[in-house]
């Protein structure tokens, strides 16, 4: 299995940017389709972007796309989501998750391995 680790929430204002990254251990990162998922309070878990295996193909949700960028680097065993223009409705825990599917999927179900989240808080 593989184990990961996000880092970079954190609090900024309304347009600021924040880089999340997604460090990963154990079995071989370049295996996996990877994802990024939020969860806010009172709502559930919402895909946010994936990638493929091999950084080449990306997917994103309609309400982050033009403002977010996915991207892993395999040497480094590590994913990123650098967010611009944030909004206070991007408020939310922010999860990176693992999928052994050999192309890219969005249902939170697809996803085999998941990290324990980082706080992202938006203020207005």
């Known amino acids: 299995q593989v184990q990961l680790v996000e880092s970079g929430g954190g609090l900024v204002q309304a347009g600021g940017s924040l880089r999340l990254s997604c460090a990963a251990s154990?079995?071989?990162?370049?295996?996996?389709?990877m994802g990024w998922f939020r969860q806010a309070p009172g709502k559930e878990r919402e895909f946010v972007a994936a990638?493929?295996?091999?950084?080449?193909?990306?997917y994103y949700a309609d309400s982050v796309k033009g403002r977010f960028t996915i991207s892993r680097d395999n040497a480094k065993n590590t994913l990123y989501l650098q967010m611009n223009s944030l909004k206070p409705e991007d408020t939310a825990v922010y999860y990176c998750?693992?999928?052994?599917?050999?192309?890219?999927?969005?249902?939170?179900?697809?996803?085999?391995?998941w990290g324990q989240g980082t706080q992202v808080t938006v203020s207005s």
């Open positions: 154990g079995r071989t990162f370049k295996n996996y389709v």
């Open positions: 990638i493929n295996r091999v950084g080449g193909i990306t």
């Open positions: 998750a693992a999928s052994t599917s050999i192309v890219i999927v969005t249902p939170s179900s697809e996803y085999d391995y």
